[in-house]
């Protein structure tokens, strides 16, 4: 679990977040995601995720659990959402957990929600066909060894296949 | 991408602004044939004026202030708004999406309406009809229940309330001018959020930024527009037309090159000027010590800071030697008056010449690499320091000097204007100079005939440079510090008047020479002679193709008329008035030959 210290500033919630993010909780509780369960712990600011390989792909049957930090004026900024160790393999998560993943830096927008992004991680791992890390994950994890958050990172998003 | 053609098309819908912009080129124009033919015309246009008088621009540049951008802006605007029948925000939309140019979105629009629309995210059915009967709604971003009144959308049916969308669009103009292309934010949707929305939600602070990064998107995104590069100046310049130098000199004094954005550099091009910058940084480490601020005496050892702008040195009492700043020899083989001439341009004869045994050749080649380097770097870093103190020396000079001179001699300020005109010209010829050392490092060392010409170009214009700064510098002190009249302050306007016209001719004519790369050379050396005292017609030839600049040639033929009263001396090239002295140079006192 070493994927605690990034460099994010660790501000509090919003009243505006915490407000959203309580109400984000409660649909989640009523209709989550299928395929994951969220983690009771006693931070609304950060959600550990228990993440399940849909049936019938690679990742079948495996565990991985996601951590997902809010911003301070969360919804308006994204949240920093990384795998934990281990991460799956797969050619857009790297080996420290850091997930190219387009609308959780460029393309996000306040109208999504946890349970969102959720589905499209899943969505990913699913249309995967190889089980492989990314062919820079040694340079780029080697960049990361400071403690820098994903969201720092100018991605480039490679395709939207896998 | 865009064709220069079809940046003129741009403005094709305000024809009010183009001819307007084309009175202003011909006053300016009037305003530079005026200083030509007429030395005692009013000045108070400081250094524009001045920079366009030595330059003789065949390019056109417009300086636009904030307001001028805004009020094209508004027009680019209300153009579009008016063609397409659309509103004003929608039209800024437009224009933003095709980098304001006006005809651009008029082509594309009338290609495929539909198209641009998908593109740039501007639906045309409003989508809110459905809603009319709801009182309240849930925002789906705050997942709060608000009242139908609170919650907006931008025509796409995408209601959020307004705290959100004001977050939504605060958190944008926070990270950057991307905020002038926003889209609605819900992810699946591409509609445009204008800038009606936008202003009519966020704070006053967040208004600004938003208006700021309008404006600059319009020099930004132009080709054909640049901001001007001094620190914390405002103003941007466009290119209007013509081919020639890029030199400009910007409304806030600053002059620069429009193509690369550094400094003027005229006579030397921009890949020359680039070779030259990036050389400094590497070589900086070595320059250090040489850099250094002061140099011993020569004679007395003593540290002596320069703190005047010519290279003549006097030590300070009892020493008082005369030493020339830049190869500490004496003085006195420097000036003419002395017998001397002046050399230090050149490095041939600043290399010690001595025997090498086979042993030492390799270490002496690149310790002299570095020398060459060295040689050239610290004559243009010299004049550069030269130039910004003359530059001070011109501004005490206006601001202090020239009031002072009026009150002691008993002249109205008007008839001291050869004083600050000196000045103006030591500023632009230590500009120039200092760039000929960049050109003189990269005149290729096998061409031996244009180095010899242009080392004895450049030593001539030093000299002349140097007669007329330490004229300009020093004896004019002499008329600072009496209390009364001194008889003799008319020669000395004679002699500062003659100086400056004297070494604004040839510092063009070496200009003009060192821009041309020196093809003169190549012919014959007689042509080089002819080209370069043919002043009068090589200028109105140069002219000769833009109608508009019909006064400007008038100045040039009426100064031909006036060198008819004026004689050359052979000795230093002064050009005396033959009113003064018909027969003697009052300047080295040879005789008229």
Request: charged residues 25%.
């Amino acid at each position: 679990m070493s994927s605690s210290g990034y460099g994010q500033k660790e501000k509090v919630l919003s009243r505006i977040a915490a407000n959203r993010l309580q109400k984000e909780l409660t649909e989640w509780q009523v209709n989550p995601p299928c395929g994951f369960r969220h983690r009771v712990t006693d931070s609304l600011q950060r959600w550990i995720i228990e993440v399940h390989g849909a049936p019938n792909t690679l990742y079948e049957g495996e565990e991985f659990h996601l951590q997902v930090d809010f911003p301070e004026h969360y919804p308006m900024e994204a949240p920093q959402v990384v795998f934990m160790q281990i991460p799956p393999l797969h050619p857009h998560i790297y080996s420290n957990g850091h997930i190219c993943l387009d609308i959780l830096y460029d393309s996000w927008s306040p109208a999504m929600t946890v349970s969102s992004i959720c589905i499209s991680i899943l969505s990913m791992l699913s249309s995967s066909t190889v089980k492989a890390r990314p062919p820079d994950d040694d340079q780029y994890v080697r960049n990361c060894r400071n403690g820098r958050s994903p969201k720092e990172t100018r991605w480039w998003f490679h395709d939207d296949k896998v | 991408m865009e064709s220069e053609d079809e940046m003129q098309d741009a403005w094709a819908g305000t024809s009010d602004d183009e001819f307007q912009n084309e009175e202003e080129e011909d006053e300016d124009s009037d305003a530079l044939a005026s200083d030509d033919e007429d030395d005692e015309s009013d000045y108070g246009f400081g250094f524009n004026d001045f920079q366009l008088s030595t330059r003789r621009p065949q390019t056109i540049f417009t300086v636009l202030s904030e307001q001028d951008i805004r009020q094209r802006q508004d027009e680019a605007v209300a153009t579009i708004t008016n063609f397409l029948s659309i509103s004003p925000a929608d039209a800024g939309v437009l224009l933003r999406h095709f980098k304001w140019s006006v005809s651009k979105v008029n082509d594309e629009w009338f290609a495929d309406e539909e198209r641009v629309r998908a593109n740039v995210g501007l639906l045309e059915k409003p989508a809110t009809s459905k809603r009319k009967n709801v009182k309240e709604m849930t925002c789906q971003i705050c997942f709060e229940v608000h009242p139908f009144e609170k919650m907006k959308e931008p025509r796409c049916g995408h209601y959020f309330c307004e705290i959100c969308w004001t977050g939504y669009i605060h958190t944008a103009i926070n990270d950057g001018p991307g905020c002038l292309t926003l889209r609605c934010a819900d992810p699946s949707c591409g509609a445009a959020i204008g800038e009606d929305m936008v202003l009519g939600l966020v704070s006053k602070e967040d208004q600004q930024k938003y208006m700021r990064y309008l404006l600059r998107s319009y020099v930004e995104d132009n080709r054909k527009v640049k901001w001007c590069p001094a620190p914390g100046c405002e103003y941007a310049v466009e290119y209007q037309a013509g081919v020639g130098s890029y030199d400009l000199v910007c409304k806030c004094g600053f002059s620069f090159c429009w193509n690369c954005r550094e400094e003027a550099h005229r006579p030397v091009d921009c890949e020359t000027v680039n070779k030259w910058i990036l050389k400094n940084c590497a070589e900086s480490e070595n320059m250090n010590w040489i850099l250094a601020n002061s140099k011993p005496c020569p004679k007395c050892k003593r540290p002596i800071e320069k703190n005047q702008g010519c290279m003549h040195i006097t030590c300070t009492p009892p020493c008082k030697f005369e030493f020339c700043w830049l190869c500490l020899g004496a003085w006195t083989d420097h000036g003419e008056r002395t017998g001397g001439f002046y050399a230090c341009n050149r490095y041939e004869t600043a290399k010690q010449e001595g025997v090498y045994d086979e042993a030492e050749r390799r270490r002496e080649m690149a310790k002299n690499s570095l020398e060459r380097y060295t040689h050239y770097y610290e004559r243009w870093a010299t004049n550069e320091s030269s130039r910004s103190k003359a530059l001070a020396d011109l501004q005490l000079m206006q601001s202090v000097k020239v009031d002072k001179l009026s009150d002691i001699q008993c002249q109205p300020v008007s008839q001291l204007k050869f004083v600050t005109d000196a000045w103006l010209q030591i500023v632009e010829c230590r500009r120039v100079l200092k760039w000929t050392y960049a050109y003189g490092y990269y005149l290729p060392e096998n061409e031996q005939t244009k180095r010899q010409f242009f080392e004895y170009s450049q030593g001539e214009a030093e000299a002349g440079l140097e007669r007329l700064h330490q004229c300009a510098e020093k004896e004019l002190q002499t008329f600072l510090e009496g209390d009364s009249p001194n008889s003799s302050f008319n020669d000395f306007r004679t002699k500062l008047a003659g100086l400056t016209s004297v070494t604004r001719t040839y510092f063009e004519n070496l200009v003009r020479a060192l821009e041309s790369n020196l093809s003169d050379v190549d012919i014959s050396k007689g042509a080089v002679k002819s080209s370069n005292s043919s002043k009068a017609s090589g200028s109105s030839k140069a002219r000769g193709g833009r109608p508009k600049s019909g006064s400007t040639r008038s100045g040039g033929s009426s100064r031909s008329g006036e060198e008819m009263a004026h004689w050359s001396c052979e000795h230093c090239t002064y050009v005396n008035t033959t009113a003064t002295s018909s027969n003697v140079c009052i300047i080295c006192g040879y005789p008229r030959s």
